[in-house]
């Protein structure tokens, strides 16, 4: 089961000015294992576009969250 809007989030994390809240969102989302595998598919590339936010001046929150989220995958096992 795939959830939906993950794609249209990460989309959206990847303008110019995302909404500071997409990131804490992320992160929330990605306790659930099908998130985690959907932002690990290497098809997606997904990982490769939330890097560049680690680093985001402009928004502690989405900062955090996007942290959020990749510490989560950590925890991702089995595939």
């Not at 089961?1 to 909404?19: I, K, N, S, V």
């Not at 997409?22 to 098809?43: F, H, K, V, Y």
């Not at 939330?50 to 969250?65: F, I, K, M």
């Amino acid at each position: 089961r795939e959830l939906r809007g993950m794609e249209a989030l990460l989309q959206a994390l990847g303008q110019p000015r995302p909404p500071p809240h997409l990131g804490p969102l992320l992160c929330n989302l990605t306790q659930l294992a099908e998130a985690r595998r959907q932002l690990l598919d290497r098809s997606r590339r997904s990982v490769q576009r939330l890097l560049p936010l680690v680093q985001c001046r402009d928004s502690v929150a989405q900062r955090r969250g996007v942290v959020g989220a990749l510490r989560n995958c950590c925890f991702q096992y089995g595939e």
